[in-house]
């Protein structure tokens, strides 16, 4: 029977002919990345156990980008433990260098591995053919130990995309409206594929950018085929442009959609549901106290640079606070060299370092009672970037950049 | 497992964990200084109304949003001996067998179930509510022990020393 590139993915990992969907799997796991967010917690636990050992310090990634730089003097404890601990048993640490999947998509992940992270969206490694999937801390703590770890393998949602997007619509509506069209656990404990003759039309910031946002349709990872875009991306990177797995065509999909890209108009998340989209029109005249445009879904050089086209020679809106963080270090010096920093600082923006921000409500950018953000980030839960009674919308780098210059929810021209 | 029976807190649809524990207080020391503000954006009575034993019944996709393992702890270190819902997350759900926090699935009990009911469960076979009983499914025996030995961790050291 066919496979699907989870399954294949998968049976490489166990070390078997086959796998398939329901069946569940002893996995060599191929990285293990674990950020500041849990890493304490995954170190006072291994500082219990009787054995203390570390199964391969080399698979081993810790990036601190929750709070950096440290907001408190507790995170400030956690962090320590972490560094220290790193530095002790040799796995290599990046600190101010960026959000971790964007740092592992620069410079680790090589097509048809599995890896493990402790941070839900490590589903974001799909676009270069690698199946990344969340796990908490004691799953991390076992695969650290022992190198290995159980998954189910997942049955697989298949998206099939053609044409192009246009119309103002960026790849974060095309991902925002799947979700809003199977729902926030239409892909649970399941894979989303993506295929399709409109894949040439996706850049990798578009990819990494869909992939990222799986896990809020509840999806175990998001998957693509390796291309010549995605070969480019890992040469650019200096990494062999290996092949990856591409489904059978006899393999077993749960459900196959076809979506038409051009069909996609730009798309806003109401509060407090990720599945809860609406056009942006419907919600143009909603007033904002912040936008932030950053997070490892959408802070690549390409979303700022559509923000900085929108905001040249403009200014933020009075009273309005406008974040910008890029994804990370590099990202960050790229935009420096094509002045886009430059732009985003004319018009009145608070540019800070690359980390979470307020996609995660810590460290900087919280908003208070009753305040409205429209961000970028990757959730807007109920309490998600600050106060219990706030409000966050999530949309593009284009309809947030434009709503911080408007003072309300717009769509960019 | 042996039959339990605790009084019912309901709660709706996709119940995330930045609700269960948000992550403004995640910097806090131990599970027991969150504790306090378990459900804190939704309910911030309902841990110092949780008793010991108590039941929590929700909806859909319990538990979704990010992978922070504080958020079974926190609802384990509240006193709740299992969550009853129509399906929960992924990774929460990981966690919380890795922490000895019992799931149940069941999408029957949500019609008839009000807060403040007390609700009995055999483990592994129904749950009873007001005379009337509801099937619900067992776990395969390796995650049965795992729960059982309060975790996974604890589940290891137990077996083979390994860790």
Known sequence: MGMTIAEKIIARAAGVEEAHAGNIYVVELDHLMSNDGTTHLTIDMYNKLKNKKIYDKNKLIWIMDHNVPCDSPKTAASQKKMRDFAKENGITLHEGDGICHEIMIEKYINPKELIFGADSHTCSYGELGAFGTGVGCTDYLYAMVTGKSWVLAPETLRFNLTGELRNGATARDLILTIIGMIGANGANYKAMEFVGPGMKNLTMSDRICICNLCVEAGAKTGLMEVDDIAKAYLREHGREAADGFVSDPDAKFEKVYDIDMGSIVPVVAKPHFVDNISPVEEVKDVEINEAFLGSCNNGRIEDLRLGASIIKGKKVAPGVRFLVSPASRDVYAQALEEGIIDIFMEAGAIVVNSNCSVCWGSCQGVIGEGETLISTGTRNFKGRAGDKNSFVYLGSAATVTASAIAGKITRAE | ?163
Do not use: W
Not at chain 2, 88 to 97: C, E, K, L, W
Not at chain 2, 124 to 142: F, R, V
């Open chain 2, 1 to 163: 497992m042996a039959t339990f029976t605790g009084k019912v807190f309901v709660l709706g649809d996709d119940i995330d964990t930045d609700i269960i524990i948000p992550t403004e207080y995640l910097a806090l020391k131990t599970i027991d200084d969150m504790r306090q503000y378990g459900f804190y954006p939704l309910r911030p009575e309902l841990p110092s109304l949780i008793k010991k034993g108590d039941i929590i019944v929700a909806g859909n996709n319990f538990g979704c949003g990010s992978s922070r393992e504080q958020a079974p702890e926190v609802i384990k270190a509240l006193g709740v001996s299992c969550v009853i819902a129509k399906s929960f997350a992924r990774i929460f759900y990981r966690n919380s067998i890795n922490n000895g926090l019992l799931l149940i699935e069941n999408s029957d009990i949500q019609d008839v179930v009000k807060e403040g009911d007390e609700l009995t469960v055999i483990p592994g076979q129904e749950i009873q509510h007001k005379g009337a009983s509801y099937k619900i499914g067992s776990l395969p025996d390796n995650l049965m022990d795992i729960l059982n030995d309060g975790g996974l961790v604890n589940a290891m050291k137990k077996r083979n020393g390994l860790i």
